[in-house]
Structures are given as structure tokens and as C-alpha cells.
């Protein structure tokens, strides 16, 4: 009986380390999405496709396109930071790890397609 309950226990502990290491990284997820839909989305679109009338006035690239999806999330957060060409930069209005997992949700959302 008292291997049962210990190994109850330490399946719990494991499987409570496991939920716990999990949040913040699903946390930063849904924080980066929440950013592009509020900063990105209005030009970039919810998908990426830069098929809105200001991505398409503007000519902002598809985040599938094969430019994009060879950068690396360190280059597409330094353009996040810096802006680029109509792009304006964000390293005054997003801290450096809000702008790195947007870069991440960036680069990850080019390839949902």
C-alpha cells in the first residue's frame, strides 16, 4: 500500500512540474497573439497574408512567403524592432521579449498555411 501511495506521489509531482513549466510558455503564446491582432493584424491581416487593404496599399509581404519563412526569429525580431521600409518600429513600444515571441508567433504563423 505504501508503494502505491508513493508511486501516486511522485506521478503527481511529475505531472503538476509538467503543468507548471507549461504556463508560461502558453502564456507567452497567447500574449504574442493578443499583440499581433492589436499592432500587426490591421496591416499584416489575422492570418499573415498581408490581404488587408493597408498590406495591400503598403505591399507587405505574406508571412509564407518563402523571404519570410528563411528568416530567422532573430532577424524578424530585429525588424520588428527597427520597422522596415512603411513598417514602423516597435522597440519604443514592446519590450525585447514581447517583440522575440512575436517574432516567434510571426514565423510560426507562416507556416500554419
Not at 507549461?22 to 496591416?43: D, H, N, W
Not at 505591399?59 to 509564407?64: I, L
Not at 524578424?76 to 512603411?86: C, M, P, T, V, Y
Amino acid at each position: 500500500m505504501r508503494k502505491r501511495i508513493a508511486k501516486f506521489g511522485v506521478t503527481l509531482a511529475l505531472a503538476l512540474t509538467f503543468v507548471l513549466l507549461s504556463v508560461p510558455a502558453l502564456r507567452a503564446q497567447g500574449t504574442a497573439e493578443a499583440t499581433f491582432k492589436a499592432k500587426c493584424a490591421g496591416c499584416h491581416g489575422a492570418d499573415g497574408s498581408g490581404s488587408t487593404p493597408a498590406g495591400k496599399a503598403m505591399n507587405v509581404r505574406d508571412f509564407q512567403s518563402a523571404d519570410v519563412q528563411k528568416e530567422t526569429v532573430d532577424e524578424l525580431a530585429a525588424i520588428i524592432s527597427n520597422g522596415k521600409n512603411k513598417m514602423p518600429k516597435y522597440a519604443d513600444k514592446l519590450k525585447d521579449a514581447e517583440i522575440k515571441d512575436l517574432a516567434a508567433y510571426v514565423h510560426d504563423l507562416g507556416k500554419k498555411k
